[in-house]
């Protein structure tokens, strides 16, 4: 049977992307026209039947995010599509927003009828230009054929979608700092509480979902919550666009339900097809640069939210970058680190001091001058920044580290030991790394 | 879900095991201070918005995963605070060391050593070694300008200067620019603060935690000027200095130390030492008569008073449309400097160009003053260095002076004697009420029943009070505080305002609250200071600027009165509209 599903991607690469006729002709806007006979708590009952999780890498329930906005009265609210999909290593929404944008904007839509908002903004991130220009071609042929705009299909409800982007920084895609971002403030996180729901975009009450989630919400309304559950586990509701790269053999974007086994992701040859050049899998690190790393002992992992945090494991963003045995885990670590420095708002002292201090301390091992009581001082840093940082940037940095600290702990020695057992570090180079 | 708190309503928690009640909305730091824990602190300041971002003031409460800061988060019923965990105290220490290691390691070079709040910190902590490696940046000081340096090395990044800058003042000269290990305080583009919308009030200065924001010294410029036998070396003090001084030195605030600060003065060297205030009573003459003149010929109202330069740089940046309604007086630091030059040298004989004047302010836009182009209208500059008070107690620590147990000592004649109408100056609210008390009997001609003015004090950012001039009815308001200033600047353009006076003092509080007085981040401070100065105007014998027979004097021998040919010459300026 095949490991792979074509559910919330189902579109993709088959439809003219921007085409309303297309997109209707396989489907489309039935979940909004379903949507519109039901009442907002009927249409939150599904989502929360469906258990959707949050597909931007937190996996907060949707269902209870949609809930507690509803309880809200203040008005206006706002309807925000995180689109700023900045982690390393994944592509997945870029995939929707260029192939299948009209299911985006009816996911965005529903969600408008559902809280009466009469404005949804999109942040897409700085560097997809292309994917902006094409969204906004997707929207304004959704406006001239009344899926959007004033009066959408004949009836009172008017929804706008407005496309915003930020210059590019990866923390524009936590929640507050997106919002201020769109507000023209510096993409910075703001302090919580109030929750973005009670205080979000221009301090009114706003939902923010990624584009995954939102890509998902047809498909629950017209078909029903116990459906799309019905494709995932029992308390990972339905499917999830995963991004493999690195050294897997295919790399892409690819949708499962939850539930296959990392094995199944990785060497199934309708997915992964293993590892390139017929290497051996040293480690895969998933949900992006803030999750953790696993090594293939851990292959028979279910990939559901649930049996991949009691792996220590986690969903994330969606990412599986692969590496193979030619990889140095410290070099690895290196440039993830580099990442977070260059990433970090600043704002906080454990994530803007730490991530380098990581660095130095990481730059020594790959030296060959650490020593063991730099092992205490890296867990003392991953402890502070995990527990004391302002945002998830900072808080989740170093979880990579940590998790290799745990498998390739012998790597670590070996290296306080001039040994680089990939037999990356230690090596006449003629210039860079 | 959160929601808005409601005061009345009471929660009980329990911090480290001990049980309290406390307000619904109530900060967890502020609930463990009832039972007796500090909390540390180092991004937090009371009279600033919440950051959180230095995360020195963690805590954990039971069930919650990861720690949260007790300056941003509430209190909630039932909830089991704990400070003292292993994992507190390491994670503080840890945030605490990340700081120290991007901060220089020079405290003995550094002018805020022993009133630091990161050096009390690290020794709080038993702090004894680096842990982590020191990040070296070296980073040039940025001090081209008059008043303020900034040392980018030294900042910690709490952005405290940020905060008072821009939801305080609402000037805006310097925000949070790039991110990560780049991530810093700056003006926008990196410009020189001359070049930005700095007001030079110094507030960033009160607020910083550490030895990054300082005034331009110029302790060096006075020495050498007291140790060259030609120049006759005369000082001025302006009156919030006088209940401010002693703090430097342990003493309780807002406590009273004129007589002390005089007896310091002359121990210095200071040929003679003058008071700020006979010069704040020629305002009151002046400014008082400019008034009645604008009221009786249909001139620009309201009036505005221009003792505050912090105010006065912020009207000509950012309103220069109003500057005709601010009155051409000069401020008092500037009247004492001309007729120190001109009256003074004449009276004594000696030529003004050996008499070197030198001003104590509780304030660092003074600096900038001093230095206007416009202000020599003697031919003369009329103020040769401005200290702050914080310059003038380090320099009295230097000669080692025994500050608390010094005898109290007099002003000298002929510019030492004031009015308690001219020693309220240094508050909010002081130079509307000396106003009031002199150009209500100007006006009316009777004598006033009651000098004080009780609806123009207080700490109120925006005040107003009416006052019946002998049948004619005024409006006047007071404000503090840049934020207030810029309300009443739009009421103004609007045309919505009808008073006819209103006194504006560029720092929250008034000069006793301004950017050069002693650095303390206790509450209630300023209501202290202030308390100190009507105290002071309480006790005086006279209490109405055009009662100092000093004042009197100088106008029948000098400046033959208010407004005459030679006050314009010497007591009044001229405003321009400058860029920002």
């Known amino acids: 049977m095949s490991k792979i599903v074509q559910f919330v991607s189902q579109n993709c690469g088959k439809i003219t992307p921007d085409s309303v006729e297309d997109y209707i002709e396989n489907g489309g806007f039935e979940g909004l026209k379903k949507a519109f006979t039901l009442k907002p708590t009927e249409i939150i009952a599904e989502v929360k039947t469906a258990k959707l999780l949050g597909r931007g890498g937190a996996a907060y329930p949707a269902g209870a995010k949609w809930e507690q906005l509803l309880e809200i009265p203040e008005f206006p609210k706002y309807i925000v599509c995180n689109a700023d999909e900045g982690e390393p290593g994944t592509f997945k929404d870029k995939l929707l927003l260029s192939q299948d944008p009209l299911r985006v904007i009816e996911g965005m839509t529903i969600a408008g009828y559902v809280f009466n908002s009469n404005d949804g903004y999109i942040y897409i991130r700085g560097e997809y230009a292309a994917v902006q220009k094409s969204f906004q071609k997707a929207i304004d042929h959704a406006v001239q054929q009344g899926y959007l705009g004033t009066h959408i299909l004949g009836t009172d409800f008017s929804f706008r979608i407005h496309i915003k982007t930020g210059a590019g920084a990866y923390v524009c ?73 690195g050294h897997a053999a295919k790399r892409g974007v690819y949708e499962v339900p939850f539930g296959v086994t990392l094995r199944d992701i990785i060497y199934d040859p309708e997915i992964g097809g293993g590892i390139r050049d017929g290497k051996k899998l040293k480690f895969f690190h998933l949900g992006g640069q803030s999750g953790p790393c696993g090594i293939p002992e851990q292959l028979d992992t279910p990939y559901c939210y649930k049996k991949l945090r009691a792996a220590g494991l986690a969903v994330g963003s969606g990412a599986v970058v692969i590496m193979d045995e030619s990889i140095c885990v410290i070099d690895y670590l290196k440039s993830v680190t580099e990442f977070f420095i260059h990433e970090s708002c600043g704002k906080c002292t454990p994530c803007r001091e730490g991530n380098q201090q990581l660095y130095n301390i990481l730059c020594k091992f790959a030296d060959g001058h650490a020593v063991h009581e730099d092992f205490k001082i890296m867990k003392r840093l991953v402890d502070a920044m995990t527990n004391a940082s302002f945002c998830g940037l900072g808080q989740s940095a170093a979880v990579a580290l940590s998790t290799c600290l745990t498998y390739f702990k012998d790597e670590f020695e070996a290296h306080i030991n001039k040994k680089c057992p990939a037999g990356y570090c230690f090596q006449e180079r003629e210039s860079g790394k | 879900m959160h929601h808005i708190a409601n005061p009345n309503n009471k929660v009980t928690v329990t911090i480290d095991g001990i049980p309290v009640t406390v307000p619904e909305g109530t900060l967890i730091m502020d609930a463990a201070k009832k039972v007796g824990i500090i909390i540390p602190v180092l991004c937090y300041h009371p009279d600033l918005a919440v950051r959180a971002t230095c995360r020195v003031c963690l805590i954990e409460i039971k069930g919650q995963k990861k720690l949260k800061t007790a300056c941003s988060t509430e209190v909630w019923a039932g909830a089991e605070i704990i400070t003292n965990s ?495």
């Open chain 2, 86 to 580: 292993k994992v507190v105290r390491d994670t503080r220490k840890t945030v605490l060391e990340l700081i120290l290691a991007s901060h220089p390691q020079d405290c003995l070079q550094c002018v805020r050593s022993g009133n630091c709040e990161l050096q009390q910190l690290a020794r709080t902590f038993g702090i004894d070694k680096p842990v982590f490696e020191p990040m070296d940046n070296k980073l040039p000081l940025q001090d081209e300008n008059t008043s303020i340096v900034r040392d980018p090395n030294k900042c910690i990044k709490c952005g405290r200067c940020v905060a008072v800058c821009q939801e305080v003042q609402e000037v805006g000269a310097i925000n949070t620019a790039n991110r990560s290990n780049h991530y810093e305080i700056s003006t926008a583009y990196s410009q020189k603060l001359d070049d930005t919308s700095c007001v030079f009030c110094g507030q960033c200065i009160a607020v910083c935690p550490v030895g990054a924001l300082y005034e331009k010294d110029n302790t060096d410029k006075v020495w050498s000027a007291l140790d060259d036998q030609e120049l006759h070396v005369v000082v001025q003090v302006a009156p919030a200095v006088r209940v401010a001084l002693g703090e430097e030195f342990g003493m309780p605030r807002g406590s009273i130390d004129t007589g002390k600060m005089v007896t310091a003065l002359r121990r210095l060297g200071f040929d003679r030492i003058f008071d700020t205030s006979f010069a704040a009573d020629v305002t009151i003459m002046e400014e008082g008569s400019e008034l009645i003149e604008r009221l009786q010929h249909q001139g620009v109202l309201p009036l505005i008073t221009s003792c505050s330069p912090g105010w006065v740089n912020f009207v000509e940046k950012f309103y220069p449309e109003v500057l005709p309604n601010v009155s051409s007086c000069k401020s008092p630091q500037q009247i004492f400097g001309a007729l120190a030059k001109t009256y003074y040298a004449q009276k004594t004989g000696i030529s003004p160009d050996k008499i070197f004047v030198v001003s104590v302010m509780p304030c660092t836009a003074k600096k900038h003053e001093s230095s206007r182009e416009e202000m020599n209208s003697s031919g003369y500059q009329d103020v040769d260095v401005v200290l702050t008070t914080r310059e003038l107690a380090r320099m009295i620590k230097q000669i080692g002076i025994d500050f608390v147990a010094l005898e109290p000592g007099e002003f000298d004649d002929p510019m030492g004697m004031s009015t308690g109408a001219a020693v309220i100056f240094g508050t909010s609210g002081g130079v509307m009420e000396a106003a009031l008390r002199t150009v209500y009997e100007l006006v009316t001609g009777e004598g006033l029943q009651q000098l004080d003015f009780e609806m123009v004090r207080g700490h109120a950012g925006i005040k107003e009070a009416e006052i019946d001039l002998a049948g004619t009815k005024i409006k006047v308001a007071i404000v503090n505080g840049l934020k207030n200033a810029r309300i009443l600047m739009e009421k103004i353009k609007a045309g919505q305002c009808d008073y006819t006076f209103i006194e504006i003092m560029g720092c929250p509080g008034g000069c006793i609250g301004g950017g050069g007085q002693p650095i303390t981040t206790a509450t209630g401070v300023k209501g202290e200071r202030m308390a100190g100065l009507y105290q002071i105007d309480r006790g005086s014998d006279i209490r109405q600027s055009h009662k100092n027979p000093a004042v009197i004097r100088i106008y029948e021998e000098f400046l033959n009165k208010p407004l005459s040919h030679k006050s314009h010459k010497l007591l009044h300026t001229r405003y321009f509209p400058r860029k920002k």
């Open chain 1, 173 to 245: 895609g936590e929640n507050s700092a997106l919002l201020n971002s769109i507000e023209g403030k510096a993409g910075r996180p703001r302090i919580k509480p109030p929750h973005l729901a009670e205080v979000g975009l221009f301090s009114k009450p706003t939902l923010v979902n990624n584009v995954e989630s939102f890509a998902a919400i047809p498909i629950i309304t017209q078909l029903g919550g116990e459906k799309y559950l019905s494709y995932g586990t029992s308390d990972s509701g339905g499917t999830k666009l995963i991004c493999l790269s």
